[in-house]
């Protein structure tokens, strides 16, 4: 097995939620991650590996399910993968893509609110 893609955008470690000013930086890498999430055949995507029997899928696995073509079901795989939602692994000449439950339970982490958050953490 061959690990060839791995997150590059991380999210920070501020809420834009915690009750004090998040980074410019901080924000514009949230905002990347949101971004990635804010479309309707990426969040099918998210969906539709996540529910698969073993976890994962391939740009072929996908493409009839969403009705869109292959470059196009590629090129919304690269952008989860790039905002560090996907890992992907290689296999001979085909790619098998995974959701990264620590970065998208990070994300919505980052916009539960403090006090929501605490209460949850105490159950």
């Known amino acids: 097995m061959q690990d060839v893609g791995s997150p590059k955008i991380t999210t920070p470690a501020i809420?834009?939620?915690?009750?004090?000013?998040?980074?410019?930086?901080?924000?514009?890498?949230l905002?990347?991650?949101?971004?990635?999430?804010?479309?309707?055949?990426r969040l099918r995507l998210l969906s539709l590996i996540q529910s698969s029997p073993s976890g994962e899928a391939s740009?072929?696995?996908?493409?009839a399910p969403l009705g869109l073509s292959q470059p196009t079901v590629s090129h919304h795989l690269r952008i989860l993968t790039e905002a560090g939602?996907?890992?992907r692994e290689k296999r001979g000449v085909w790619v098998y893509y995974?959701?990264?439950?620590s970065a998208?339970?990070?994300?919505?982490?980052?916009?539960?609110?403090?006090?929501?958050?605490a209460m949850k953490k105490a159950r």
């Open 31 to 41: 905002a990347g991650v949101l971004k990635a999430f804010a479309d309707p055949a």
């Open 85 to 87: 939602l996907l890992e």
């Open 15 to 29: 809420s834009p939620l915690a009750g004090e000013p998040i980074k410019r930086a901080d924000a514009e890498r």
């Open 104 to 117: 998208i339970a990070g994300v919505a982490d980052l916009l539960t609110p403090p006090r929501k958050r």
């Open 98 to 101: 995974r959701l990264l439950p």
């Open 59 to 63: 740009v072929s696995d996908l493409t």
